[in-house]
């Protein structure tokens, strides 16, 4: 498990590792600075091979911590051969922590060549030239509205030499970028690798972030691994965790189908009939152990015709409008549903009739307790009335109904701008998933999971969970439809639910990431991620 610090808890950490468990700081300074200084000789190698020829390293510093780690690293680099490091430095001297002024003089006894700018001309003055540029300038107290001399360096940097033929390095966080938004400045340091301490932080996932920052290694600096997991109110799954959120499967002859879940699909309509069809593919190669369909027998003879659904899922023709989508009419038989299977997943192509989510709508109230639910697409519009007002979740489903938005679908369900969700995405998924009472997965970058978890104490915690795997090419027609096939499987096997979604997320989209390995970005299809969703499943 990754964890996922905002500033003010990284701030804690540090406070933390000094006053309680008696780390000076200065060691810390100097863990971050080395454990940077390996990074940077690996990137080295990576980057120039085995040319030969002496390198030249220019280090960008300020007068806070950050900049008492670029002054270690510049330090370290003195000691290398092949490597001719300088460093210029803004800020001012009485403002310096102790530990940074004391490295500071460290590099003046070294005899390192060391230019303090002081002024204007200073900055606009000074050479840039170097085969790698270091960013340790400001830190994670920066924001995205550069001034002062940082500005003046950074314009420089995306002027004059914006025609990048040196490798740019940030140290924490890139100069310009907010750490706990991601939102950028537009003169934002764009490094080609991130080197961030003890943890990620949410502004290098967030917004501009995962643009300036390039690659983001996490570097230990010694606090303890578990404080930062309990200081953490954001995790990202790691392939190590899907056997922690995911039961293992018995031996035993016992078990039959029913011992791995049943799950219901309910979608279609005239117009899109592949979309359930690629719910109930995804569910049956995500290991539900029974799957059925239930779909206007317009979607199912489509489904059939073009042997497009999977031989093992049973199905069931419901009563259709004239248009094509569900009727009314459907409701007793989906009731029914709801009391056979063990999770439903609605809304893949349910289609806007008002008459189709209105027959979601009243399922919706009648679910039974012990029946999960996953909303989708179109079904997304039955948490609201005809007149526009939030529908309340029946007291037994709350907490068991995830909901999958993408921005669009969000903005609907919620009434705001989709640029007010794109710059909070975080936020706005962790209020509203307490406000509906129900898990939130938002399709984003990164996708954004929050809910409740159940503590020892039978105590509802709020979580959130972030998923940072997935490609571009996973940006295709029925890939939602794909992942609330998945969770709807993992459900089915007795996942809880925020475990659910959150692992829904990772498994669908390291499958995406195998499909567009095998293939390219521009390859992978809803299909394709499907045929790859068995292969991400650990032994």
């Known amino acids: 498990m990754q964890h996922i610090l905002q500033p003010d808890s990284m701030r804690q950490a ?17 863990n971050a600075a080395r454990s940077a200084f390996e990074i940077l000789q690996r990137r080295f190698d990576e980057f120039w091979g085995n040319r030969r020829g002496m390198r030249q390293i220019l280090v960008l510093a300020g007068s806070g911590n950050n900049g008492g780690d670029g002054f270690v690293i510049a330090r370290h680099f003195f000691h290398c051969p092949n490597v001719r490091v300088r460093v210029a430095w803004i800020g001012a001297k009485e403002k310096m922590s102790v530990e940074t002024l004391a490295n500071l003089h460290a590099l003046e006894k070294h005899g390192i060549p060391l230019q303090c700018l002081a002024l204007e001309d200073d900055a606009r003055a000074l050479s840039l030239e170097a085969d790698c540029i270091i960013d340790a300038l400001i830190g994670t107290s920066g924001s995205e509205q550069l001034r002062g001399l940082a500005l003046v360096l950074l314009e420089r940097l995306a002027g004059e030499f914006s025609q990048k033929t040196n490798l740019r390095i940030a140290i924490d966080v890139p100069t310009g970028l907010n750490a706990l938004t991601g939102k950028a400045d537009k003169y934002c340091f764009q490094a080609d690798c991130t080197i961030t301490m003890a943890a990620l932080k949410t502004g290098l996932l967030l917004n501009d972030g995962r643009r300036v920052c390039g690659e983001i290694s996490v570097v230990p600096i010694g606090i303890p691994e578990a404080y930062i997991a309990k200081t953490a109110q954001i995790h990202a799954v790691e392939l190590s965790d899907i056997r922690t959120f995911l039961p293992h499967r018995s031996n035993l002859h016992q078990t039959n189908k029913r011992s791995y879940g049943q799950v219901g699909v309910i979608g279609g309509s005239a117009q899109m009939h592949g979309a359930p069809t690629l719910t109930a593919n995804a569910s049956i190669h995500a290991g539900a152990g029974l ?10 003879h489509a489904a059939m015709l073009h042997a497009a659904l999977a031989p093992e899922i049973m199905h069931t023709p419901l009563p259709a409008t004239e248009a094509g989508g569900i009727s009314l009419a459907a409701l007793p038989l989906l009731q029914k549903a709801a009391e056979v299977n063990d999770v439903l997943v609605c809304g893949m192509g349910l289609g806007r009739e008002e008459e189709s989510v209105e027959c979601v709508r009243r399922l919706i109230a009648t679910l039974p307790a012990k029946t999960a639910l996953v909303l989708d697409a179109d079904g997304l519009r039955a948490l609201r009335s005809p007149n526009g007002d939030i529908i309340s979740l029946p007291a037994n489903a709350r907490n068991n109904v995830i909901c999958t938005p993408h921005h669009g679908e969000f903005a609907r369900l919620t009434g705001l701008p989709r640029e007010e969700i794109a710059e909070n995405a975080a936020t706005l998924t962790a209020e509203w998933s307490s406000r509906l009472g129900c898990t939130i997965l938002l399709k984003n970058v990164p996708t954004i999971v929050s809910g409740v978890l159940i503590d020892e104490n039978n105590i509802l915690i709020p979580h959130q969970y972030w998923n940072l795997n997935g490609n571009a090419g996973m940006a295709t027609a029925g890939s939602g439809d794909v992942l609330a096939g998945v969770i709807g499987a993992l459900l089915a096997q007795g996942v809880e639910g925020l475990r659910a979604a959150t692992l829904g997320a990772f498994l669908h989209a390291a499958a995406g990431d195998i499909c567009a390995k095998q293939f390219s970005p521009e390859g992978v299809t809803a299909s394709g991620i499907i045929a790859c969703l068995p292969k991400v499943f650990p032994a």
């Open 14 to 30: 540090d406070a933390y590792a000094v006053h309680e468990l008696g780390i000076p700081a200065a060691i810390l300074m100097e």
């Open 291 to 300: 799957v059925r369909l239930y779909a206007p027998s317009r979607t199912l």
